[in-house]
Nanobody, 120 residues
């Protein structure tokens, strides 16, 4: 059974770069599936941010396309979100998840989420 675990700083200052890592166990990120990042801000719905597939090809949603990226380290079975120039609007609970059925948004396994606060 695949398991995902997010890690990274809980507090980031405005204008800094947020970097979060998702460690996957029970499955190999280079074998199959999409590996996605999703966030949920207080009082808002879930926002799919982007994904990297098993070949290493990245897809980005609107929140990442201009100031972020997703990369991976297959030797560690991890994938990483980087979001530059963060603002208080980027404060959220960030989740990593696995996309199945050939879709980065059909998600069948999630990490527990990590809370990120943006404050000076």
């Amino acid at each position: 059974q695949v398991q995902l675990q997010e890690s990274g700083p809980g507090l980031v200052k405005p204008s800094q770069t947020l970097s979060l890592t998702c460690t996957v166990s029970g499955g190999t990120i280079a074998t199959d599936y999409y590996w996605s990042w999703i966030r949920q801000s207080s009082g808002k719905g879930l926002e799919w941010m982007g994904a990297i597939d098993y070949r290493g090809v990245s897809l980005y949603g609107a929140s990442l396309s201009s100031r972020g990226s997703i990369s991976r380290d297959t030797s560690k079975n991890q994938f990483t979100l980087q979001l530059r120039s963060v603002t208080p609007d980027d404060a959220a609970v960030y989740y990593c998840a696995r996309g199945v059925y050939g879709s980065p948004i059909h998600l069948d396994a999630w990490g527990q989420g990590t809370l990120v606060t943006v404050s000076s």
